[in-house]
């Protein structure tokens, strides 16, 4: 069965809590799966397109690539307990001094972090990656801060081309605009959180799928 609105697709985020963009996990579903492919790229309300930016935007779930190269959205009130998980609970700086984190991602993660919120095209500038061969690094390094937890992807940005620009802003500040003070768990409350959340709406497949991915138990 197909949803067509927006108000379905962020029960289903609430139901599932770990949501992908596209498939992603076996047995799981994603937006591209539940959504016709004639709904998408209209520029209507009914388009799954904006509603991608529109749930980072109201803060019902966080957004960004943080299972490799494919975009999933995480219930707002599971990613706490996810980015604790991905990012092993140490600091940017910690984890760049112990040689997890390329000098790029360490750069573009200070830019992130002042700005508060900015755009792709100009934290490209910013981090002084613009030129044409420089993509490759500039993309990797976002890559890196996504799957390590450390930013998410908060809106478009439309420029004069017509064409748009992701939106990115550190995950802490998100996490602290969207549920205040929020949870800080370990990283051991934050596995057997996630694990007794995915469990329960997961198949014996998706579960194995995340739990590879976040260092979850087999589940039970």
């Known amino acids: 069965m197909k949803i067509t609105t927006y108000g379905e697709f962020v029960q289903l985020?609430?139901?599932?809590?770990?949501?992908?963009?596209?498939?992603?996990?076996?047995?799981?579903?994603?937006?591209?799966?539940?959504?016709?492919?004639?709904?998408?790229?209209?520029?209507?309300?009914?388009?799954?397109?904006?509603?991608?930016?529109?749930?980072?935007?109201?803060?019902?779930?966080?957004?960004?690539?943080?299972?490799?190269?494919?975009?999933?959205?995480?219930?707002?009130?599971?990613?706490?307990?996810?980015?604790?998980?991905?990012?092993?609970?140490?600091?940017?700086?910690?984890?760049?001094?112990?040689?997890?984190?390329?000098r790029a991602a360490h750069r573009i993660y200070g830019i992130i972090s002042d700005s508060g919120n900015v755009d792709s095209r100009h934290l490209r500038k910013e981090a002084g990656l613009g030129a044409k061969e420089d993509k490759k690094e500039y993309d990797k390094a976002l890559n890196e801060l996504q799957g390590g937890g450390y930013i998410v992807i908060t809106g478009s940005a439309k420029q004069k081309e017509s064409w748009s620009s992701m939106c990115y802003q550190t995950s802490e500040d998100w996490v602290r605009e969207v549920l205040g003070s929020g949870s800080n768990p370990t990283v051991e409350e934050a596995k057997r959180q996630v694990a007794e959340m995915m469990e329960a709406v997961c198949s014996e497949k998706a579960y194995a799928y995340f739990a590879k991915k976040l260092g979850l138990t087999a589940k039970s």
């Open 13 to 102: 985020v609430e139901k599932y809590k770990i949501f992908p963009f596209a498939e992603l996990a076996p047995e799981h579903p994603a937006l591209t799966v539940v959504t016709a492919e004639d709904a998408w790229h209209t520029e209507q309300d009914t388009d799954p397109w904006l509603w991608r930016i529109r749930i980072a935007q109201e803060g019902a779930a966080a957004y960004g690539k943080f299972f490799g190269a494919k975009a999933a959205f995480i219930d707002k009130e599971l990613f706490p307990a996810v980015r604790a998980i991905l990012t092993g609970n140490r600091t940017v700086e910690e984890k760049y001094e112990a040689g997890g984190l390329s």
